[in-house]
C-alpha cells in the first residue's frame, strides 16, 4: 500500500500559477506510473497528466498541455504539478495517484492507479 499526500492547493486568479506536490510513502517502484487527476463539483474524475517513474516519461491531457508540467525527485518520492497560466475551469479537487500495474503506459484512465491521496482544492477566479 502506498499513502499519497497531496498539498500546494490554493486561490488564484486567472493567469496565475501554483505548484502541487504530492508526497508518497511506502514500498514504491521505478517501474511504476503516477498521475494527477481533478473533478469539478458535479463533474466525473478527469486525467490532467501522468508520469513514468522509470524514465520521467510524461503524457497530458490536451486541454492543460503547454500549461502544466509534472516532474518528479525519486529521492524524495515526491511528484509536483505546475501550473501555469490558470483558468476558471481549472478549478476542481486535484488528486494525484500511483499504479504499479500495466507497464510503462501511464494511461490517464483511474482503472491505471491503484492508490488515491485525499486530494487538494484549486481554485482559480476570473
Known amino acids: 500500500q502506498v499513502r499519497l499526500v497531496e498539498s500546494g492547493g490554493g486561490s488564484v486568479q486567472a493567469g496565475g500559477s501554483l505548484r502541487l506536490s504530492c508526497a508518497a510513502s511506502?514500498?514504491?517502484?521505478?517501474?511504476?506510473?503516477m498521475g494527477w487527476f481533478r473533478q469539478a463539483p458535479g463533474k466525473g474524475r478527469e486525467g490532467v497528466g501522468s508520469i513514468y517513474r522509470g524514465d520521467s516519461s510524461t503524457y497530458y491531457t490536451d486541454s492543460v498541455k503547454g500549461r502544466f508540467t509534472i516532474s518528479q525527485v525519486i529521492a524524495n518520492n515526491t511528484l509536483y504539478l505546475q501550473m501555469n497560466s490558470l483558468r476558471p475551469e481549472d478549478t476542481a479537487m486535484y488528486f494525484c495517484a500511483y499504479g504499479v500495474y500495466g507497464g510503462r503506459w501511464c494511461s490517464l484512465g483511474e482503472a491505471r492507479y491503484e492508490n488515491w491521496g485525499q486530494g487538494t482544492q484549486v481554485t482559480v477566479s476570473s
Open positions: 511506502g514500498r514504491t517502484y521505478r517501474s511504476s506510473c
